[in-house]
């Protein structure tokens, strides 16, 4: 059974940093895209950032430049290094994982889901 949970939300002030981690357990096989998703109250959840086995990764154009997604070597742990934080990044940030290898942020690629970790950035 595939287990994702994420770590390291929080609350931080505007132009802060944040990590969050995703620790995948429970299976032995590598998946081709792990990615980031969003969603704040009352809006859609959104993608993040996504990134494939072979490298390639994806931004939202609104954290570009400021959120970096990464793996480790046996790819059993996201990453996402979060820095100048702003207001509007406020969200529950879900970690996600499937079999097919893309960047993409087209939810169906995406199989397994974690419960979510809260970030919230204050003014």
């Known amino acids: 059974q595939v287990q994702l949970v994420e770590s390291g939300g929080g609350s931080v002030q505007a132009g802060g940093s944040l990590r969050l981690s995703c620790a995948v357990s429970g299976y032995t096989a590598s998946y081709g895209c792990m990615g980031w998703f969003r969603q704040a109250p009352g809006q859609e959840r959104e993608g993040v950032a996504a990134i494939s086995s072979v490298g390639n990764t994806n931004y939202a154009d609104s954290v570009k430049g400021r959120f970096t997604i990464s793996q480790d070597n046996a790819k059993n742990t996201l990453y996402l290094q979060m820095d100048s934080l702003k207001p509007e990044d406020t969200a529950m940030y879900y970690c996600?994982?499937?079999?097919?290898?893309?960047?993409?942020?087209?939810?169906?690629?995406?199989?397994?889901w974690g419960r979510g970790t809260q970030v919230t950035v204050s003014s």
């Open positions: 996600a994982a499937g079999p097919v290898i893309s960047a993409s942020f087209w939810e169906n690629h995406f199989t397994y």
